[in-house]
């Protein structure tokens, strides 16, 4: 069993679409996190959630809006999507105070 | 926001060569962990280093982390093929996880 999941792997779509990327987690971890990776394989924290509740909210836009219906799923919905967005998006979990995360493979998205 | 630089960016070797990888910052960090990651993967944890000064061996790899646990290196001895990949550090200050720039090392047979 694949310990951290995402859908969909690749997700091409038009300037103001709005799509959703699902995360799933299986290591009964109290933390979820998004990242963004750009271009350069540069990796920035986007959110945090801890038992279904937002932990972290870094300088992201607010059409980006995260969605935890329980402490296995964190999902990332984003709106009016931006040629800027383009990017791979990872999920990671990890325990409360824990040293380590734990990385799904990643939703690449183009936005053309 | 903190920062962690490491250098080199980029790193071509040839197999059998040693390298290494170093991880800069100038902030006060609770642990660092290494992570590699391959093309179309995402990060895969190597290790996590917490105690100021401390060396951790992974069969060929040695990590270590600054006195002032501000800075980390990684050393490879006898580079393989199979290390090719992505070497990112990422620093944790107890509340979230800050990542390193990437060093992206390729091993040439």
């Known amino acids: 069993d694949t310990a951290v999941s995402q859908t969909p792997k690749y997700l091409v779509t038009q300037m103001g679409n709005d799509k959703s990327i699902k995360c799933e987690q299986n290591?009964?971890?109290?933390?979820m996190y998004w990242y963004k990776q750009d271009s350069k394989k540069f990796l920035k924290i986007m959110f945090s959630?801890?038992?279904?509740?937002?932990?972290i909210n870094e300088t992201v836009p607010n059409r980006f809006s995260p969605k935890s219906p329980d402490k296995a799923h964190l999902n990332l919905h984003i709106n009016s999507l931006e040629l800027g967005d383009s990017a791979v998006y990872f999920c990671?979990?990890?325990?409360?105070?824990?040293?380590?995360?734990?990385f799904g493979p990643g939703t690449r998205l183009l936005v053309l | 926001t903190q920062l962690l630089e490491q250098s080199p960016q980029f790193l071509s070797i040839q197999e059998g060569e040693n390298l290494t990888v170093y991880c800069n910052s100038s902030?006060?960090?609770?642990?660092l962990q290494w992570y590699r990651q391959e093309p179309g993967e995402g990060p895969v944890l190597l290790v996590t280093?917490?105690?100021?000064?401390e060396v951790k061996k992974l069969k060929r790899l040695t990590f270590q982390f600054g006195d002032a646990r501000k800075d980390s290196s990684l050393h490879i001895t006898a580079a393989q093929t199979g290390d090719t990949g992505l070497y990112l550090c990422?620093?944790?200050?107890?509340?979230?996880?800050?990542f390193g720039t990437g060093t992206s090392l390729t091993v040439i047979p």
């Open positions: 990671a979990t990890g325990t409360s105070g824990a040293e380590t995360q734990y």
């Open positions: 290591l009964g971890h109290d933390t």
């Open positions: 959630y801890n038992n279904k509740e937002l932990i």
């Open positions: 902030s006060v960090f609770s642990s």
């Open positions: 280093v917490v105690t100021g000064g």
């Open positions: 990422a620093g944790e200050d107890g509340n979230q996880f800050y």
